[in-house]
């Protein structure tokens, strides 16, 4: 796949003159500032729901019941 981009990115950057952007519109810092920090936020939710998801699960303490033979103290 990365064959057929390749040259169609090099056609395309070749055909562009270094300065010129048709079509686009000037970004201000406040909304570059606000879309990196949303980028930033967003990132970091990704990261705490992976790493909620993936971390190792307790299982319940179940010790009602259970007969302790040879430990004092248990039963």
């Known amino acids: 796949m990365l064959c057929f981009l390749g040259p169609v990115h090099g056609v395309a950057a070749a055909q562009t003159t270094p300065g010129s952007c048709s079509g686009c519109g000037p970004l201000s810092l406040p909304l570059l500032a ?6 930033a936020v967003v990132s970091l939710l990704i ?29």
């Open 34 to 39: 606000g879309l990196v920090a949303a980028d």
């Open 47 to 75: 990261v705490g729901a992976v790493f909620l998801c993936a971390r190792p699960r307790r299982s319940p303490a179940q010790e009602d019941g259970k007969v302790y033979i040879n430990m004092p103290g248990r039963g």
